[in-house]
T-cell receptor, first 113, second 111 residues
Framework: DAKTTQPTSMDCAEGRAANLPCNHSTISGNEYVYWYRQIHSQGPQYIIHGLKNNETNEMASLIITEDRKSSTLILPHATLRDTAVYYCISRRESNFGNEKLTFGTGTRLTIIP | SQTIHQWPATLVQPVGSPLSLECTVEGTSNPNLYWYRQAAGRGLQLLFYSVGIGQISSEVPQNLSASRPQDRQFILSSKKLLLSDSGFYLC??????????FGSGTRLTVV
């Protein structure tokens, strides 16, 4: 699975959109981009994933560049509860069941009141 | 709906004592199961994963072992704990092409 690079930390004002970048320049054509977040002392929580097209769900939007070398997770109206470490992970889908997720150090997002 | 149970939530154990952490999943069949560890202030490290009963793959050499005696039960064990085994242990499951669901974790302190 391709290596991903994220900024160590970011701040965002409450109520504004939080844009979290991720670089995955070595991603291959069959690797998905996954985003998880981990609130302090809890297990990681799935947010969203995508392959080529932009994706949106009730939590966030995922924008993937056309060359797929980078992506941005967007939290449209950040709240204090969005303060967490956000992990961007690339993963190859497999029919063999051994779909391991390798977490990096993530981005520590702090929402400022 | 699918749920994952992990216990205990916190555990304080002396060095040299044994360890057994249990994780069970409900509402799904033949899930992939995973044990992760997170040391204080660090990222998540995959320790073991299992694609079926009795099938365990170890990601890193360590003082721990894992077993899967039933389809939806995953156990993390140690015969003799070390100080370096302290950390936040997370169990997770996945079904093909879906994201992971994590348990609430066990915070282990070895003293």
């Amino acid at each position: 699975d391709a290596k991903t690079t994220q900024p160590t930390s970011m701040d965002c004002a409450e109520g504004r959109a939080a844009n979290l970048p991720c670089n995955h320049s070595t991603i291959s054509g069959n690797e998905y981009v996954y985003w998880y977040r981990q609130i302090h002392s809890q297990g990681p929580q799935y947010i969203i994933h995508g392959l080529k097209n932009n994706e949106t769900n009730e939590m966030a939007s995922l924008i993937i560049t056309e060359d797929r070398k980078s992506s941005t997770l967007i939290l449209p109206h950040a709240t204090l509860r969005d303060t967490a470490v956000y992990y961007c992970i690339s993963r190859r889908e497999s029919n063999f069941g051994n779909e391991k997720l390798t977490f990096g150090t993530g981005t520590r997002l702090t929402i400022i009141p | 709906s699918q749920t994952i149970h992990q216990w205990p939530a916190t555990l304080v154990q002396p060095v040299g004592s044994p360890l057994s952490l249990e994780c069970t999943v409900e509402g799904t069949s033949n899930p992939n199961l995973y044990w992760y560890r997170q040391a204080a202030g660090r990222g998540l490290q995959l320790l073991f994963y299992s694609v079926g009963i009795g099938q365990i793959s170890s990601e890193v050499p360590q003082n721990l072992s894992a077993s899967r005696p039933q389809d939806r039960q995953f156990i993390l064990s140690s015969k003799k704990l070390l100080l370096s085994d302290s950390g936040f242990y997370l169990c997770a499951w996945s079904v093909r092409s879906y994201g992971y669901t994590f348990g609430s974790g066990t915070r282990l302190t070895v003293v």
